[in-house]
Every structure is written in structure tokens, then in C-alpha cells.
């Protein structure tokens, strides 16, 4: 199939332009990428043409070539067609380089490995540096087009692969440092400025020194300057700009990268080339070679922040915004180390009278605005974070910012909020004081709230009244002065329009509790003074149930009562339930159980009836904890469309047992051997108030006898708990692992199961002693039990070590309970009943010095393994 023609292009890209995903899922999307690369080198279509379909490969490379194959193959593509075009002039040169750099990024195919990676290199630094515009690649005319394009194109890659040209930073100082036209400045000094930044930032964080790049103005032999092991190490995305101002992302490491003395005078000679020649760029280029060697030099030793102080006198008096915004950019990161006191009141008397020049633009006005907000002081006073006017702002100089009711709503805010911090800063009694800002910002409010109570007013007056209560409320939480009238004003904006309802409601749930308590007092007073009736009772209805609680609950059951007769539509009856629902959740009883009966029964709509009796049942059965719980919202239950079904839901997963992860630590305490069963004692622990607890144990086969529960009422942290006890009923005598789960309620009112970790069963946790014989016949009752457990039983011998303890401090720590007759400190006759119905019998005689002999009887053949490792684990135990 030949090319085709420039209207059936025009009609292809148009069609993908419409809907790129819906193009290439399309047959004819298959083709797309490959006919385009094939078709730039034809003949029949025209520059034009073939440069709208480069457009569209800068525009959607991911779709054309999504992988890194077809990135690599297309991006060789590219660079093919661009050796081959012909020596005269040429649209097509530049953006044949935007589109194969632009390729190589977004298709994941830049590294060392990417053939097309290792020939566009070279190309783009050859260009850039004027070396390489041979034949094939057009007249002298189109250099300095071609060197400022192959910059952008390395800046990208760099940008792309932090620490790519490291290498390079000698050879762009150089290019940057020769006189004549070499190469256009602004586009070499941005590429100069992003390399140095991210190998001043990759080498910190290595701990590595600038090892001489800074002075290599020669390609080493073997690869070119690009450093891709620099750019491995700065695989972590470092942004080529500087963070939004105030820059208070911290680059991190920048202290721990020692220059040495030539490194750190190299370093200060290549930022002072950079600054010396940003004056021959854009106002926006130089803000952005600001922010970079600003942010590159920030934290780093031995480069002091002056080298910057020649550029502020020249930028001090500059109009552009760009530039304004870079010098408070830096001012954030240096202070007080390049910014004199003057230099800071001469920064803010700029932006106060910028502010209030009358032919402003709004969003210029608001810059200055948002400027003096977040100015970056040098020794502010109060904590980081916290909002406050600048020290040196003259609340004189701030008189023609007062904001009024003629301003647009956007810098009313904003003049409000500098407003704000005025009013927190002044610390004069404002009584008698006609011009003190508290007095003003309460006329102001005064105003707002007038004009959004004007009956069918623009809802724009109303949301902005509400805007400024909000901004208000939050930068003066604690100004009792100013937020009383203000409680007050809302409370009679309510009155006039109930329609504003839901921006209340909004309100109340975005303002601290010192606005937040005392609005919703007032306006619940406002609401259960008004009639039960009206075309406001749905407004009313939304309020109540947002500030309905356990106070004045009579006059709330009167409003309700009153409100149930008019409640006609499934509507109005659904916020009626709300409110119900509101008071249940706030521990309301005496009088609302017999309103929801009522309602049960006087409710039209059926839903209604169900709601209301649902919610009678569940106050007369719940406790108010768990009625608490049961009411909260569920976020899992989806929005269905009955109201008593989604609560239904909601209900279920409340009043069910969850479980959850584990508050209580369950360990085996020291054992006491008495009684007829062996006793666990267990030592409990809790990381948070549990009640009625329930812990059930398990063991694996048909060792023991099933275990019975355990239960507890109540444990709190921090409060000593007793033991708790645990009969076991071996059916054999052999240790093991006791499955353990908790079944408890937790202070939400909650039920929640959770397993804890097994319990280890020990084998001396079963012994039991024998019971005493009567006084003087020890020895005889012992010589009974030993010649009773033969011939049916069996006699072993083994040899008990010591270690560092004598045999009486042995017997007495572990086997005291247990010795029938002793004759310290050399020897000991032991008696231990096993449960359920075995003996063991020891003989401990002749003690040596470093073990003692041991001669055991038994009349259960299987305990005999537990007993030797039992005895040889003693030393160890001490």
C-alpha cells in the first residue's frame, strides 16, 4: 500500500484526534504508528503536512508505540528520517528531535542499553555545542534554531534521568563561557543549571564529592560524558523545577556533601557565570534559573547565599510576577542569611502598594495578596505552620486592603483573610476604639450577612457570607469578642431565610467546637421556637437533625409532635426520622418512645410506619451504647432505594460479632501444685477497657478432657487484674498447646471475637503432690509407692546435671512441693502424682558436685521421655 495523500492524513488524524482510545481499538489503529513513521519520508506529502503528523507523536507517543520495542523502533525510525533529509532548509529538523527524545521517555526505552539512546545522545550534544551541523543537517541559517531545541531535548532527559549529564557540566560551562554566537544563553543556562542541581543532589545523598566534573570540558574516551551510573543513582524522581513556594520541601542531604576547596570554588564560579548572564533571559526563564540554583545551593556548605545578593538589587525593582515570586522563593530559603530587616519591610511596602493599585488585574491582585498571607518572614515568632501577619506589616499600610462588599468575591476573601490576622495581632481593647479592625470585621460581617438574608436573594451572596464565617471562625477560635456576634448574626441570617439550611449544616461540620457549641445551641433554639408547620418545615426538619441532643429535649418532642401532623409526603417523613434517629444516637428516651409508637401508627407512607417501629424496637431493646453504635453511619452499606432496607444493613453489621485485631495479651503465670486437677494460672493484660470477656480454650486431639470457659466482667488497662484460673483434665500426662479464643465487648458497645496466641501446657505444669501421710511415716509411705510401681511399672537411671546450682537450691525451687523425705543437702525421695491416675518417683542420692544421680520409678511407660528431658532441662531453668 502506497503513502497516503495529505487529505486522507488530515481525515486520519482528525478521527484519532476525536478519540484516541476508540481509534487505536478500531482495526485501523493497528497500522497508525508504523504508517506514520513510513509515510514521513515520503515525497508526495508536503512539510506541512508531515509536521502536523510529528505533532502527534510529540501529542500521544504512549498510544502510537506503548512499549519499549516500538518506542526504541520508532524512535531509530526518526533519527533515520532525519539523516536523510536533504541540506536545504527544513521544517522538519527540530521537530524530528522532539519527537525521537520524546519517544525514548515515554516509552521506557532511554538507558545504556537503547541503541537509538546511544546515537541520540551524541547527536543533541554535538548540536548543542555547534560541532556537529555537517552535511545532513541543513544550512548554517538553521544552527541557532537547532542548538536551542537539542538543549530543550537534553534538559528533558535530564529531567527524565536525574544525573544523565553530570559528565557534561564542564563541557556546557565551557560552551556557556565562549564568546561569539556559540549558543543561544537562555536554553544553555536552564540545561547548566538542571544538570548541576541533580548532581549536586545525587551526589550528596552518596556521600560522593563532585570528583572533578565540574573542570571536564573533554568527552572521555569510551562512551561519551553522559553518566548513566549518576543516573541510576538518581532513579528516585527529582523534580527539574523548585518545589511550590514557600519551598518547604526539604531536598534532604545536601549538608552531608563536602566540596572540597577547588570543588567549592569551581562550584561558586559556575553559579556566578549562571547568574551573570540571567539577565539576557525571559522574565520566566529566570525565575525558574532562580529556583533551580536557589534550591541546589540550599544546605550547602561552604557556598554562601551572597552570590545571589548582586541579582536581588537588580531584581528588587522588577515588575514581572515571575521574578517577584522567585526572589520570595529564595528569601524562603535563605531568611535572614541574604535578606537584611530592610530588605524584608522594602519586600513587604512593595506588595502592600502593589495590592492596591486600582487598575490591578484580579488574578495579579490576588498574587500580592496571597503573597503578604504566606510572606516568608526571617524570625517569625509563633511555631512553623502557624498563620500570622508579617511583624513588620504596618496595620497603617494595610488600610487601603480593607476589604468591602463592592470587591469581587474571590479578593473579599482574601483581603478578609489578611484581615483576620490583623485582628489576631492587635492586641489593644478594642472598646472605644471606632477604627480597630475587630470593629470592622464585625461591620463587615454585619454587611454580608444582610445582604444574604435579602429574600430570594442570589445564592452567590449567600455562600459568600457563609465563606467568610468559615475563614473567620478559623483564624479566630479563640476571639470570644469577634465570635459572639457573629453566632448571634447567623443565628437571625437563619431566621430570615430557612432555606440556607444546608449551608449551616455545612458549616457546623467544618468549624472548631468554639463556634460550632454555640451556633448549634442558638439555632436549635431558633428551630423549636417556630411553629410545627410552614413551606420551611423541611428546612427546619435538615436543621434539627444536625443540632438536636439530649438538651431541651421537651421542647424538641413538642416541635416534633407538632411537625408529625404536617408531614404528608414520603419526604418530609423521612427528615421527621432523621431527626428521631438524631435524638436515639444522643441518648434521648422518656418521651420519644411514645412519639415513634405514634408515629407507627399515624404515618402514611408504610416505609415510614416500618422506619419508625424499627427504630421503637431498637430503643426498647439496646442499651445506649450499643444503640449508639447501631445508629452510626455505615459506610459499607450501599445507597438503596428504601431507607429502612440501607438501615437495615446498617443495623446488621453493628449488632453482629467482628472480629478484630487482639486488645487483650494472654501469658502462663507461676503454677501451684494443689488440688485434686492440675490448675493454669493465667495472667491477662489489656490494651483497652473490655467487658464481659469470654475466653474459650481448645486443645488439638483427645490429650485432655474438653475445657471449660473462662469469663470475666470487666478489665481496664493499667488496673492489676487477679489470676485467672484454668482446670485442666488430662486424659494422659503429656504437655501441649491450648487454641485460645476471645469473645468480648468493647467500650463502643461492640461484640468482637479474635484468636489469641496458643498457651503452652508444660509437662510440669501437671504435677500434683501426693497427699501427706501421717506424722513420722514419710519414709514408709514413700518405700510403698516405690515397690507399688513394680512389676507393672518400670525403673530407669540417668544422671541430672547441676550446673552452677547445688541439688537443695535445686529441689527447693522446682520439686519442693513434691519431697516426701529429704535428707539435705545430699539427698531427696520425690513423690509426683500425674494426672489422671499415674505416678512418678525419684530417688536423688549422693550428689556430686556437678550432678546427682537420679533413680526413677513410674507405672506409665510413656512418661518416660518427658521425665529425662524434664531433668536435664533443670540446670538450664536454674
Not at 526563564?285 to 545571589?308: D, E, K, T
Not at 531568611?335 to 493599585?357: I, K, M, N, V
Not at 414520603?570 to 422518656?590: I, N
Not at 491477662?684 to 486443645?699: G, H, T
Request: with cysteine.
Amino acid at each position: 500500500m502506497g503513502p497516503l495523500s495529505r487529505e486522507a492524513w488530515a481525515q486520519r488524524l482528525g478521527a484519532f484526534r476525536a478519540s484516541p482510545a476508540a481509534f487505536m481499538a478500531a482495526p485501523e489503529g493497528e497500522d497508525l504508528g508504523r504508517d506514520l513513521l513510513s509515510d514521513l519520508r515520503s515525497e508526495k506529502l508536503s512539510e506541512p503536512t508531515k509536521v502536523s503528523m510529528l505533532a502527534l507523536s510529540l501529542e500521544y507517543p504512549a498510544q502510537l508505540w506503548p512499549d519499549a520495542p516500538a518506542a526504541e523502533a520508532a524512535a531509530t525510525s526518526l533519527l533515520d528520517t532525519l539523516v536523510l533529509l536533504p541540506p536545504r532548509p527544513s521544517a522538519l529538523r527540530r521537530p524530528l528531535l522532539l519527537a525521537a527524545t520524546t519517544v525514548l521517555v515515554t516509552g521506557g526505552a532511554l538507558g545504556p542499553a537503547s541503541g537509538a539512546s546511544l546515537r541520540l545522545l551524541p547527536l543533541l550534544l554535538g548540536l548543542a555545542s555547534g560541532g556537529d551541523l555537517g552535511r545532513g543537517f541543513g544550512p548554517a541559517s538553521e544552527q541557532r534554531p537547532l542548538q536551542a531545541t537539542a538543549c530543550e531535548c537534553l534538559r528533558e532527559l535530564e529531567s527524565c534521568q536525574p544525573g544523565l549529564l553530570g559528565g557534561c557540566l564542564g563541557l556546557l560551562r565551557g560552551l556557556l563561557g565562549q564568546e561569539g554566537p556559540v549558543a543561544p544563553v537562555q536554553p544553555l543556562s536552564l540545561l547548566l543549571a538542571l544538570a548541576l542541581r541533580n548532581t549536586l543532589v545525587i551526589q550528596a545523598r552518596a556521600r560522593a564529592s563532585l570528583q572533578g566534573l565540574l573542570t571536564v570540558r573533554a568527552s572521555p574516551p569510551g562512551g561519551g560524558p553522559w553518566n548513566w551510573t549518576l543516573a541510576q543513582a538518581g532513579e528516585a524522581h527529582l523534580q527539574p523545577q523548585a518545589p511550590s513556594w514557600p519551598a518547604a520541601e526539604e531536598e534532604g542531604g545536601l549538608s552531608a556533601l563536602e566540596p572540597s576547596p577547588d570543588e567549592a570554588r569551581e562550584l561558586r564560579a559556575a553559579v556566578a557565570q549562571l547568574l551573570d548572564t540571567s539577565y539576557l533571559l525571559t522574565p520566566v526563564a529566570q525565575a525558574q534559573l532562580l529556583w533551580l540554583l536557589g534550591w541546589a545551593l540550599r544546605g550547602l556548605r561552604g557556598q554562601p547565599p551572597v552570590l545571589f545578593k548582586p541579582q536581588l538589587v537588580r531584581l528588587l525593582g522588577t515588575a514581572p510576577l515571575t521574578l517577584l515570586h522567585a526572589v520570595l522563593a529564595l528569601k524562603a530559603a535563605f531568611g535572614e542569611a541574604l535578606f537584611t530587616a530592610q530588605d524584608e519591610a522594602l519586600l513587604l511596602r512593595r506588595l502592600t502598594l502593589a495590592a492596591q493599585h486600582p487598575a490591578l488585574p484580579l488574578p495579579a491582585h490576588l498574587f500580592y495578596l496571597h503573597c503578604l498571607l504566606s510572606f516568608p518572614e526571617n524570625c517569625p515568632l509563633g511555631p512553623a505552620g502557624e498563620e500570622a501577619a508579617p511583624l513588620l506589616l504596618e496595620p497603617q499600610l494595610c488600610r487601603g486592603l480593607l476589604p468591602n462588599l463592592l470587591l469581587d468575591p474571590m479578593a473579599l476573601l482574601a483581603r478578609l483573610h489578611l484581615l483576620c490576622l490583623l485582628c489576631a495581632e492587635d492586641e489593644q481593647e478594642e472598646r472605644g476604639q471606632a477604627q480597630s479592625p475587630c470593629r470592622y470585621l464585625q461591620e463587615l460581617l454585619a454587611g454580608l450577612q444582610q445582604r444574604a438574608a435579602l429574600p430570594g436573594g442570589p445564592r452567590a451572596l449567600a455562600t459568600l457570607c457563609f465563606q467568610a464565617s468559615y475563614l473567620v471562625a478559623r483564624c479566630l477560635a479563640g476571639h470570644h469578642a469577634v465570635l459572639t456576634p457573629l453566632t448571634h448574626g447567623l443565628a437571625q441570617l437563619y431566621r430570615a431565610r430557612p432555606v440556607l439550611a444546608p449551608h449551616f449544616v455545612d458549616l457546623l461540620d467544618r468549624v472548631a467546637p468554639e463556634l460550632g457549641e454555640p451556633l448549634r445551641v442558638v439555632l436549635r433554639q431558633e428551630v423549636v421556637s417556630r411553629p410545627g408547620g410552614g413551606e420551611a418545615l423541611r428546612w427546619h426538619l435538615q436543621m434539627l437533625a444536625r443540632v438536636a441532643d439530649r438538651d431541651a429535649q421537651s421542647a424538641t418532642l413538642a416541635f416534633l409532635r407538632a411537625a408529625a401532623v404536617h408531614c404528608s409526603d414520603w419526604g418530609l417523613q423521612q427528615a421527621l426520622l432523621r431527626v428521631c434517629r438524631a435524638l436515639l444516637r444522643a441518648g434521648v428516651r422518656g418521651g420519644l418512645a411514645d412519639l415513634l409508637q405514634a408515629l407507627a401508627r399515624q404515618l402514611e407512607d408504610p416505609d415510614g410506619r416500618d422506619h419508625a417501629r424499627l427504630y421503637y424496637i431498637l430503643l426498647s431493646h439496646l442499651s445506649g451504647p450499643k444503640l449508639g453504635v447501631a445508629l452510626g453511619p455505615s459506610l459499607a452499606a450501599p445507597a438503596l432505594t428504601s431507607s429502612l432496607v440501607a438501615e437495615n444493613q446498617g443495623f446488621a453489621t453493628a449488632l453482629m460479632v467482628q472480629e478484630a485485631p487482639a486488645p487483650i495479651r494472654l501469658s502462663v503465670g507461676t503454677q501451684r501444685a494443689e488440688g485434686p486437677v492440675p490448675v493454669l494460672q493465667l495472667q491477662v493484660e489489656v490494651l483497652e477497657p473490655v467487658y464481659s470477656l469470654e475466653l474459650r480454650f481448645r486443645v488439638e486431639g483427645h490429650v485432655y478432657a474438653p475445657l471449660g470457659a473462662v469469663h470475666v466482667p470487666c478489665l481496664c488497662p493499667g488496673r492489676p487484674a487477679r489470676p485467672l484460673l484454668l482446670p485442666l483434665r488430662p486424659r494422659r500426662p503429656a504437655p501441649a498447646q491450648l487454641d485460645v479464643r476471645a469473645l468480648y465487648t468493647r467500650s463502643t458497645g461492640l461484640t468482637c471475637h479474635t484468636h489469641l496466641p496458643p498457651l503452652p501446657v508444660k509437662f510440669a505444669d501437671l504435677f500434683l503432690p501426693f497427699p501427706k501421710p501421717p506424722g513420722g511415716a514419710s519414709s514408709g509411705f514413700f518405700e510403698e509407692l516405690w515397690d507399688s510401681c513394680l512389676p507393672k511399672g518400670t525403673e530407669s537411671r540417668l544422671w541430672c546435671p547441676l550446673g552452677p546450682h547445688s541439688l537443695e537450691a535445686l529441689v527447693s525451687r522446682h520439686l519442693e512441693p513434691f519431697v516426701v523425705v529429704a535428707q539435705p543437702p545430699t539427698s531427696y525421695h520425690i513423690a509426683i502424682r500425674l494426672p489422671p491416675d499415674s505416678a512418678l518417683l525419684l530417688r536423688l542420692e549422693a550428689a556430686q558436685a556437678d550432678g546427682v544421680p537420679v533413680v526413677l520409678r513410674t507405672d506409665d511407660w510413656a512418661v518416660l521421655p518427658l521425665v529425662g528431658g524434664y531433668l536435664r532441662g533443670l540446670s538450664a531453668a536454674g
